[in-house]
């Protein structure tokens, strides 16, 4: 009996020490910040918690002139097609009318701003905050945060506006990692703070920003995404075979079930 009381204590032991040992990321030593994540043995884990971990920024520079790309062959590549072709030229009229745009508010009309390169300045997209998932319905979407700044000669910001994408998402699993992917074409753009001297204009930036962001943006983040993915059995001492999304509360978690 003594034996048998013995080993049983030994067993609980042991599975406080897992339980423990499940919400550590060893395998992830650069995101030792956020280890203050519930155990999977216990409760599920939050979604947009794990993904504000593995999330990095980056800046996008948009330059008008890209536009000259889709008629000509760059070392290396194969020729644009005229699809492509076209796709590069509109990026550059976007481009181009929120430069005029946010210059309105910006550059004084004078001797200075008549001779200044308008080829020097282009347009510094950022995001340096994750996005966050929500779920409407069935249906999963996500807001990104981030700001459009005009980016003068010499590479100076002094003109901004931020914004907020409302995207539905999609999830893939591929090499047991989970991969979040904005869909372009359900993408809608709310402004926020942006200069008073732009007052009136609202409808038409909202226009620009979205569009730019469809053609320029979200291919180069849905890219961003697809290398942050959520690397599943990287996560020591939680088996991921049975690992399933679902909605509680409007959040996504991500459950483990205990064995």
Excluded at 18 to 38: D, H, I, K, V
Excluded at 43 to 56: E, R
Excluded at 126 to 142: E, F, Q
Excluded at 199 to 206: F, I, N, V
Aim: a neutral charge.
């Amino acid at each position: 009996a003594r034996r048998r009381e013995k080993q049983k204590r030994k067993v609980r032991r042991e599975k406080r020490d897992t339980r423990r040992e499940g919400s550590s990321l060893s395998e992830l030593p650069s995101y030792t910040a956020c280890l203050g994540l519930p155990s999977p043995a216990r409760d599920p884990l939050l979604y947009n918690d794990i993904l504000s971990c593995l999330y990095t920024s980056k800046e996008n520079l948009v330059d008008p002139q890209d536009s000259t790309v889709g008629s000509s062959e760059t070392a290396g590549s194969k020729p644009c097609n005229s699809t492509s072709a076209e796709i590069l030229t509109a990026v550059g009229k976007d481009a181009a009318a929120l430069i005029q745009l946010l210059s309105l508010r910006e550059l004084e009309p004078g001797p200075e701003t008549s001779g200044q390169s308008r080829g020097s300045v282009g347009l510094t997209v950022s995001t340096p905050d994750p996005p966050t998932v929500r779920l409407d319905g069935h249906t999963a979407m996500a807001i990104q945060p981030g700001s459009l700044a005009l980016r003068g000669p010499s590479n100076t910001s002094s003109v901004s506006v931020s914004w907020k994408l409302l995207s539905k998402t999609m999830f893939s699993s591929k090499n047991q990692e989970l991969k979040l992917q904005f869909t372009p074409n359900s993408s809608t753009v709310a402004l926020g703070p942006h200069p008073a001297g732009l007052a009136g204009q609202e409808e038409r930036l909202e226009a620009l920003v979205l569009e730019l962001r469809k053609r320029t943006f979200l291919p180069h983040h849905n890219e961003l995404l697809r290398e942050q993915g959520l690397p599943l059995p990287s996560v020591k001492g939680i088996s991921f075979d049975q690992a399933r999304m679902e909605p509680s509360e409007d959040y996504m978690l991500l459950t483990v079930p205990e064995e």
